[in-house]
């Protein structure tokens, strides 16, 4: 027995081990899985700088700027990381323990202030909670520059606040700085399209914007956007740290957004290009292609095809004239590939628009060619294709309209039936009156020439083999039927518009302003009616048809043309959103003149 106890002995501590492990993991093992503890929610704190915040006589060479924070980081968007004024080269970075370096490719010029901007660049390690931003102000001379200036940029159609924007300070007021040289000062815009330019000299400058696309802090007409102050500008606020301008906010914190000051407002707009040529062809189909223009307004001589007589060849301009649509009037199989001669005024090498001949090659789209077998054939290969477009809430003032795939040789609309219905069951024949598009020659409108009427159904039908098209298909047959709306709940609202003293576009959006509602172009005072709206909010837009082309024009920045001013209508309270309740007829009076003043 004492035996077996000395033998076991040895063993007890390996046992007593054992047990508390065991003990352990049991304890451990709950219905309740173990609690991290809370989620951290807290971002990222900077803890030191090097160089600290308004250091003077920074080394121009080598320069590296090093910011600490209270925890391991990192960089989620590098183009966040934004020296002002640029160099030629974004900055580079790396991670060094709970922080970032910062270097340049380039050395940073002599006697400036500069500020290192990282409004969302960095995020911590572990739940990626923003740093909300932060600016780094140092200078290679003795002395910090001091003014600022705020200001927002909005998109020039839609007047919504545009984020990302690069907006620029030139101190050259030659037209082509900025073109050619990068800014004396540039920031991007937050969320709200508001931007501070901070840190800067106390002079004149010129004031821009851009959507910088290539991040090269130059402006690129044929691919970007731009905006620009028609005046030159001094600042006139001198930066103190509490100022709202500065500070860096939740953008969600709405009123802490909006109290920062604006002075200045950009809107920002895409120029027409201002070098003429063909970009882009494409044969779509047997007997029908289009060509694109880099410019608007593109000026033909003469078009022809090679073996295809002219008068066999219907073309037509979009509004704007830098995409035209092609088609050949004939029946007959046509060629794997059509050879087109089209003489315009084209760019030179120097700039200048002269007379230029270019030869397009159109070969048939595969897909025409894979068809051999009856199951590739679809029925637009077969039938004069169209639609009919008619929508209760707005059949008022677009009617019925009908587009076809492809031009008409044969167009007998008087064969079309138009009738109603009246709520006792009784039918009739209506009146109308067909408008062809003038921008669209595939395209017409059946207006009814009688007043439509609630509890009515309308009826327009299309026979069967009238119409034909230019490869020599009819129509199928197509009745569309329609009435206005009859919900009791609807609303509409009158907008009563005076002193009117040139051409405008009048839209009716959506409460996000991402879809037209409904359109007029007015010239004198009147009054417009936007009946059958559900309850929600509106917004009303009205643009200064200038050149009264009925085309929102716009701006060229050489000639320092802004593009044709646009204005949401402001309510007394300061909003630009219409509350329209159930069943209400609101009206509105609009004195358009002191709105564009």
Same mark, same amino acid.
């Given at each position: 027995?004492?035996?077996?106890?000395?033998?076991?002995?040895?063993?007890?501590?390996?046992?007593?081990?054992?047990?508390?492990?065991?003990?352990?993991?049991?304890?451990?093992?709950?219905?309740?899985?173990?609690?991290?503890?809370?989620?951290?929610?807290?971002?990222?704190?900077?803890?030191?700088?090097?160089?600290?915040?308004?250091?003077?006589?920074?080394?121009?060479?080598?320069?590296?700027?090093?910011?600490?924070?209270?925890?391991?980081?990192?960089?989620?968007?590098?183009?966040?990381?934004?020296?002002?004024?640029?160099?030629?080269?974004?900055?580079?970075?790396?991670?060094?323990?709970?922080?970032?370096?910062?270097?340049?490719?380039?050395?940073?010029?002599?006697?400036?202030?500069?500020?290192?901007?990282?409004?969302?660049?960095?995020?911590?390690?572990?739940?990626?909670?923003?740093?909300?931003?932060?600016?780094?102000?140092?200078?290679?001379?003795?002395?910090?520059?001091?003014?600022?200036?705020?200001?927002?940029?909005?998109?020039?159609?839609?007047?919504?606040?545009?984020?990302?924007?690069?907006?620029?300070?030139?101190?050259?007021?030659?037209?082509?700085?900025?073109?050619?040289?990068?800014?004396?000062?540039?920031?991007?815009?937050?969320?709200?399209?508001?931007?501070?330019?901070?840190?800067?000299?106390?002079?004149?400058?010129?004031?821009?914007?851009?959507?910088?696309?290539?991040?090269?802090?130059?402006?690129?007409?044929?691919?970007?956007?731009?905006?620009?102050?028609?005046?030159?500008?001094?600042?006139?606020?001198?930066?103190? &740290?509490? #100022?709202?301008?500065?500070?860096? @906010?939740?953008?969600? %914190? +709405?009123?802490?957004? /909006?109290?920062?000051?604006? !002075?200045?407002?950009?809107?920002?707009?895409?120029?027409?290009?201002?070098?003429?040529?063909?970009?882009?062809?494409?044969?779509?189909?047997?007997?029908?292609?289009?060509?694109?223009?880099?410019?608007?307004?593109?000026?033909?001589?003469?078009?022809?095809?090679?073996?295809?007589?002219?008068?066999?060849?219907?073309?037509?301009?979009?509004?704007?004239?830098?995409?035209?649509?092609?088609?050949?009037?004939?029946?007959?199989?046509?060629? &794997?590939? #059509?050879?087109?001669?089209?003489? @315009?005024?084209?760019? %030179? +090498?120097?700039?200048? /628009?002269?007379?230029?001949? !270019?030869?397009?090659?159109?070969?048939?789209?595969?897909?025409?060619?894979?068809?051999?077998?009856?199951?590739?054939?679809?029925?637009?290969?077969?039938?004069?294709?169209?639609?009919?477009?008619?929508?209760?809430?707005?059949?008022?003032?677009?009617?019925?309209?009908?587009?076809?795939?492809?031009?008409?040789?044969?167009?007998?609309?008087?064969?079309?039936?138009?009738?109603?219905?009246?709520?006792?069951?009784?039918?009739?024949?209506?009146?109308?009156?067909?408008?062809?598009?003038?921008?669209?020659?595939?395209?017409?409108?059946?207006?009814?020439?009688?007043?439509?009427?609630?509890?009515?159904?309308?009826?327009?039908?299309?026979?069967?083999?009238?119409?034909?098209?230019?490869?020599?298909?009819?129509?199928?047959?197509?009745?569309?039927?329609?009435?206005?709306?009859?919900?009791?709940?609807?609303?509409?609202?009158?907008?009563?518009?005076?002193?009117?003293?040139?051409?405008?576009?009048?839209?009716?959006?959506?409460?996000?302003?991402?879809?037209?509602?409904?359109?007029?172009?007015?010239?004198?005072?009147?009054?417009?009616?936007?009946?059958?709206?559900?309850?929600?909010?509106?917004?009303?837009?009205?643009?200064?048809?200038?050149?009264?082309?009925?085309?929102?024009?716009?701006?060229?920045?050489?000639?320092?043309?802004?593009?044709?001013?646009?204005?949401?209508?402001?309510?007394?309270?300061?909003?630009?959103?219409?509350?329209?309740?159930?069943?209400?007829?609101?009206?509105?009076?609009?004195?358009?003149?002191?709105?564009?003043?």
């Amino acid at each position: 027995m004492r035996n077996k106890l000395s033998y076991l002995i040895p063993g007890i501590p390996v046992i007593l081990t054992l047990a508390m492990v065991m003990f352990s993991y049991s304890c451990a093992n709950t219905t309740t899985p173990p609690s991290g503890g809370p989620k951290d929610t807290i971002p990222p704190v900077v803890v030191k700088l090097k160089p600290e915040q308004g250091t003077v006589n920074v080394p121009v060479k080598k320069t590296k700027l090093e910011i600490v924070f209270n925890e391991y980081v990192v960089v989620k968007d590098p183009k966040s990381i934004f020296l002002s004024p640029p160099l030629e080269k974004m900055p580079k970075f790396k991670i060094k323990g709970k922080g970032i370096v910062v270097s340049f490719e380039s050395d940073l010029d002599s006697n400036k202030t500069y500020t290192l901007d990282l409004t969302n660049a960095i995020v911590d390690n572990n739940e990626g909670n923003v740093f909300p931003g932060f600016t780094l102000v140092f200078s290679t001379g003795e002395s910090i520059d001091s003014m600022l200036v705020s200001g927002t940029v909005q998109d020039c159609n839609t007047l919504q606040p545009v984020k990302g924007a690069t907006v620029m300070l030139y101190k050259d007021q030659a037209d082509s700085a900025i073109f050619l040289k990068r800014p004396d000062a540039a920031v991007k815009t937050d969320e709200w399209g508001f931007f501070c330019l901070r840190n800067i000299q106390d002079t004149i400058y010129r004031l821009y914007a851009v959507m910088d696309e290539n991040n090269d802090n130059m402006y690129n007409p044929e691919t970007e956007s731009v905006a620009f102050l028609d005046t030159l500008i001094r600042p006139v606020v001198k930066l103190n &740290d509490s #100022l709202p301008e500065i500070q860096k @906010y939740d953008m969600k %914190d +709405t009123a802490l957004c /909006l109290a920062r000051k604006s !002075e200045y407002e950009l809107n920002l707009f895409k120029e027409k290009p201002s070098k003429q040529m063909i970009v882009n062809k494409e044969r779509i189909g047997e007997r029908t292609a289009y060509i694109t223009f880099m410019a608007p307004y593109a000026k033909i001589d003469s078009l022809w095809f090679k073996g295809i007589s002219h008068d066999k060849v219907i073309t037509q301009f979009n509004l704007q004239q830098d995409s035209l649509e092609i088609w050949i009037n004939d029946p007959k199989p046509q060629p &794997d590939t #059509l050879f087109m001669y089209v003489n @315009y005024l084209k760019t %030179d +090498t120097l700039g200048m /628009l002269n007379p230029f001949t !270019e030869e397009i090659k159109f070969a048939k789209p595969r897909k025409s060619l894979a068809k051999t077998s009856k199951k590739d054939i679809k029925k637009e290969d077969t039938t004069a294709v169209f639609t009919i477009d008619a929508k209760p809430e707005n059949i008022e003032q677009y009617g019925f309209v009908l587009e076809f795939k492809y031009p008409l040789v044969t167009a007998p609309f008087d064969s079309l039936r138009f009738t109603s219905i009246n709520p006792r069951q009784q039918e009739s024949v209506g009146k109308f009156k067909i408008i062809q598009d003038s921008l669209n020659l595939r395209k017409y409108t059946l207006m009814p020439l009688e007043k439509l009427q609630s509890g009515y159904e309308y009826i327009l039908k299309v026979p069967h083999r009238k119409f034909v098209d230019i490869n020599g298909f009819y129509n199928d047959s197509l009745e569309v039927k329609v009435s206005l709306p009859k919900d009791d709940n609807l609303s509409s609202i009158t907008l009563a518009l005076s002193n009117v003293k040139n051409k405008y576009i009048v839209d009716l959006l959506t409460e996000k302003r991402d879809k037209v509602l409904r359109s007029f172009i007015i010239d004198s005072d009147t009054s417009l009616l936007f009946p059958y709206l559900k309850a929600g909010k509106y917004s009303i837009r009205l643009t200064e048809d200038i050149n009264r082309n009925g085309l929102v024009d716009t701006g060229i920045l050489l000639e320092h043309k802004q593009p044709e001013k646009v204005l949401f209508y402001k309510l007394k309270d300061g909003t630009f959103l219409i509350d329209i309740p159930e069943k209400t007829d609101l009206e509105q009076t609009i004195d358009v003149e002191e709105m564009f003043r």
